[in-house]
Each structure stands twice: as C-alpha cells, then as structure tokens.
C-alpha cells in the first residue's frame, strides 16, 4: 500500500488552462520528486526537492513551475501546456536524496494528463 | 541517447515459462534498481544491487548486477499471469549535488494463463 498519493488521477486541460497537480506523501519523507512518463520513453526526472528547497531542475520548461510548501506535499502548476505535454505525472518521495546507495524511492499512482 | 538500453521491449509468454529481461548501459552505475509497474499504478521497487557479481533471489525472480556495473539481468522462473507489468531498470548516476535514477524504457511482459 503506497503512502503516496497524488489528485487528480486524471486531467484534461486546453492549453490556456491553468490547473495544478497535487502529492502528499504520507512515510515522513524529506525528499519528494516529479516525474514524467511518456509512451515509449523512459521517465524523466523533472525537479527534486529536499526539505522544501528545490535541488534538481532538469531543464523543464517554466510552463511547468513546483511548489513544495512542506515536506509533505508537492504541487506542480501547469501552464500554457502544449499536447506534447501529455503524459503521466508521477510524484515520489524518499526518506533522504538519492546518493546511490540504493535509497529507496515510493511512488505515487500518478495523474494522467490529456492536453488539448 | 537513452542512457539505459531495456530488452526486449515486449514480452508475451505462457504461464509456466521462463523469461530473462536485459537491462544495458555503457556507463558506470553505482547501484541499479528494478521496478514493477502495473496499469494505473507508479512504479514499485522489487529489488536494489549494489556490487558487481552480485545475485539477488526474491521468491521467483533472480536479479543480476553484471561485474562491471554496467548492466543487469532480471529472470524470471515459471511465470504466473500476476507477473504481467512493465519491468523498469534504474541505474543512480550522479548529477550535480544529487544523484539520481535514470531509467530504461521498460519492458512490458504479459503472461498468458
């Protein structure tokens, strides 16, 4: 049972929306991450907060802003999106930043977002 | 370029048979990390290798870290339908002032009852 949750499940938005995808984890964890999960392509790391500060940006386009309140909950607001955008969005957390040492990331189920 | 090469990318077996997934790289990891994802789910860690050589058992399935920390192999003994997923590699690699997963493109298996 994943102590991670995330809302929506699932999203349809047009491009001049503005809507905004919401995590909390529930483990106690100082770390959260935002993944994006196309067909066909691998996940894609997309911001890394620890204890509230960012400390990942992989190059995302700012249509994409995260806010990280708490070390609870993770939001990300969308903005402008294109269709390419569409994608599961996934939301994880650890108890300390990866350092590969084979820490232990929990995902969430993930929001299913449709870009029109 | 996909730092993690997965094969095959589908897999559609019988119940009761046997399968290897490959998981490859070019680059050094300092650990790797297979996942399972069902439809609707995120991905759910099965297992972490950190030692090159090292052979790691859970239940049915065996995971391979190759010596020189640069692929893995996850094989699974007589296939159960439950089995049916996306199986993800991820290997930690170090970024800037964090380190973090890349992760292979999956390999979709379904097993057929």
């Known amino acids: 049972e994943t102590g991670v949750t995330q809302t929506p499940r699932h999203l349809v938005m047009g491009m001049t929306n503005k809507k905004s995808l919401k995590c909390e984890q529930h483990l106690g964890h100082n770390a959260m991450y935002w993944y994006k999960q196309s067909a066909k392509k691998p996940l894609e790391l997309m911001f890394v907060y620890n204890f509230k500060e960012q400390t990942e940006n992989n190059s995302v386009p700012s249509r994409f802003s995260p806010e990280c309140p708490n070390s609870s909950h993770l939001f990300l607001h969308l903005h402008t999106l294109q269709p390419e955008d569409s994608a599961l969005y996934l939301c994880a957390s650890s108890q300390q930043p990866l350092a590969g040492g084979g820490e232990t990331q929990y995902f969430g189920p993930g929001t299913r977002l449709l870009v029109l | 370029t996909q730092l993690l090469e997965q094969s095959p990318q589908f897999l559609s077996i019988q119940e009761g048979e046997n399968l290897t997934v490959y998981c490859n790289s070019s680059?050094?990891?300092?650990?790797l990390q297979w996942y399972r994802q069902e439809p609707g789910e995120g991905p759910v860690l099965l297992v972490t290798?950190?030692?090159?050589?090292e052979v790691k058992k859970l239940k049915r399935l065996t995971f391979q870290f190759g010596d020189a920390r640069k692929d893995s192999s996850l094989h699974i003994t007589a296939a159960q339908p439950g089995d049916t997923g996306l199986y993800l590699c991820?290997?930690?690699?170090?970024?800037?002032?964090?380190?973090?997963?890349?992760f292979g493109s999956g390999t979709q298996l379904t097993v057929l009852p």
């Open positions: 991820a290997g930690a690699i170090s970024s800037g002032s964090a380190r973090q997963l890349t």
């Open positions: 680059s050094v990891f300092s650990s």
């Open positions: 290798v950190v030692t090159g050589g």
